[in-house]
């Protein structure tokens, strides 16, 4: 028996032994933090591979020398490929490349309202202030789930007459600006955002791969016009590396995300994502990604839709905010075929398609309402604005086809003459100016006149002035039935037979309506 007690004991104390060991190796190496490191074995373009970084994650933050930050995308079986968010002139082949351990972030928060930045929240329009946010967050998350969502109820609106109309925006929906160079997309966003200086939507407009004189003179026009308070600029310019362009538009959304999760409203502008398209592309074929259809990689599309699906109305129990979002896709010649505009088209909750033929001619905004169409956010129109508008587009149909047929035809009947008549002052009236929104109850007065054939007898090219005159006096003269719009957002009986006595008493005052002959 004494030899099996000390057999046991020994076993026992063995036992002990490798546990106690155990624990002092792991406690050793929770003290020795190792720094984890690599070596840059190519350079060049705006990428640089690095060999020794075997835990690296997906979108770590790498520091390379001279404080220059590069973001893990390629993680291959020996290699990581990193994009460089600053210049690659003074890396070598060589130098020595620290992990973070941090995912790719900004800055989100109170601090970034009327500032203009970098993706990574470095300043643009003082560099002796830095962005003071009130925490990070990574620039790419997952979308909201379909549980944590509700459907789009709560109306965003533009100003526009033609938009709030015939396009409507819900908070929460992702509605494509769309169309030729220079045909006023940029302007559509940025009268949209003016509209919301009184509301309680904050705006993010980002800028990708433009001239820094446009982000200057567009952050002028938003301060000139009292937007830029609640406004943010997030600027990856033209002449900044491929790597900025690439994660500006997720910068923005972060931003944006986090006014959603904290129950508030937000809009984002992406300026736009064309431009984006080419910026993955490049880097994409620099880290030899496979090309695809116009040799864009094969996942173009998933980066945008997991982009795009971050806007979002959430569910009361999430706190009720939203994201909507504005992407803007520049077409070459109008064609809609090409391979990003129709991702983008697919992705998104409906479009608006701005003309080139129409902007030469004078149409400001240039959209063709026919290929122009809201998905979603007619839920979220107000009653009044169906009234009035309810026959405006299939009326605006009517008179470009009627149009078009009176090239062939030397007479034309009552009818048609009627139709021409009708459909020319209502283009005037949708006709609006640049940075000057309208109230939704003005917009309803101008369309109720228009449509209901009050400008029939007037030139057509008197009617934005007697738009103009007509609001005034009705704000002057009548803010009853201006209350009883903005209270209701209905148009009843009553109201609609005030608002025609009172636009006759307005026309038998007005001198431009003179009858044509």
């Not at 990428?47 to 979108?59: D, T």
């Not at 491929?242 to 538009?249: K, S, V």
């Not at 030139?459 to 803010?479: G, K, R, S, T, Y």
């Amino acid at each position: 028996m004494p030899f099996v007690d000390e057999v046991n004991r020994l076993r026992a104390n063995e036992t002990n032994i490798t546990s106690v060991l155990r624990e002092r190796i792991a406690a050793y190496e929770q003290e020795l933090k190792v720094d984890e490191r690599g070596t840059v074995i190519a350079v060049g373009d705006g990428i640089a591979r690095v060999y020794g970084l075997e835990k690296v994650m997906a979108q770590e933050l790498v520091e390379f020398p001279g404080d220059v930050m590069g973001i893990a995308l390629n993680l291959e079986e020996d290699t990581v490929g990193c994009i460089l968010m600053g210049p690659d002139e003074d890396i070598v082949e060589g130098d020595v490349v620290r992990r973070t351990g941090r995912i790719a972030e900004t800055q989100v928060g109170a601090g970034v309202w009327g500032r203009v930045m970098t993706p990574l929240a470095e300043p643009l329009d003082d560099p002796d202030r830095p962005i003071a946010g009130e925490t990070t967050r990574p620039l790419e998350v997952k979308a909201p789930g379909v549980i944590k969502r509700q459907p789009v109820n709560e109306p965003l609106y533009t100003g526009i007459k033609v938009i709030d109309a015939l396009t409507p925006i819900g908070r929460g929906q992702r509605e494509l600006i769309i169309g030729d160079r220079q045909t006023g997309k940029t302007a559509l966003a940025v009268d949209t955002i003016i509209n919301q200086r009184d509301s309680n939507v904050k705006c993010i407009y980002v800028a990708i791969g433009q001239k820094i004189s446009t982000v200057r003179r567009i952050a002028a026009i938003l301060e000139e016009y009292g937007a830029m308070e609640h406004t943010c600029i997030i600027a990856a310019c033209a002449s900044d590396p491929a790597a900025l362009q690439y994660i500006a538009p997720y910068a923005g959304c972060t931003i944006g995300e986090h006014e959603r999760n904290n129950g508030r409203n937000a809009l984002i502008v992406y300026d736009d994502l064309s431009k984006h398209a080419k910026a993955y592309r490049e880097l994409s074929l620099l880290l030899e990604r496979p090309p695809g259809r116009e040799a864009y990689p094969g996942d173009i599309f998933n980066l945008h839709s997991r982009l795009l699906e971050r806007a979002a109305k959430m569910s009361d129990a999430e706190g009720g905010g939203s994201l909507t979002a504005l992407p803007i896709v520049e077409t070459q010649e109008g064609d809609f075929s090409a391979y990003i505009p129709t991702n983008i088209i697919s992705i998104t909750d409906g479009q608006i398609y701005l003309q080139p033929d129409l902007f030469h001619q004078g149409v400001r905004p240039a959209i063709n309402v026919g290929l122009s169409v809201s998905r979603v956010g007619g839920a979220a129109q107000p009653r009044m604005m169906r009234q009035v508008a309810g026959q405006l587009r299939s009326d605006l149909a009517t008179y470009r086809e009627s149009e078009a047929f009176t090239q062939f035809a030397e007479e034309l009947d009552a009818h048609t003459q009627q139709i021409l008549r009708r459909g020319q002052r209502m283009v005037e009236v949708l006709k609006q100016p640049q940075y000057v929104p309208q109230a939704v109850e003005d917009q309803v007065i101008a369309v109720f006149a228009g449509s209901e054939g009050h400008w029939d007898e007037a030139p057509a090219d008197a009617v934005d002035e007697l738009e103009n005159e007509l609001i005034e006096f009705i704000h002057e003269q009548h803010p009853e039935i201006i209350e009883e719009l903005r209270n209701k957002q209905e148009l009843e009986e009553a109201v609609a037979q005030a608002l025609s006595e009172t636009i006759e008493r307005f026309k038998a005052e007005s001198p431009h309506l003179e009858k044509d002959e």
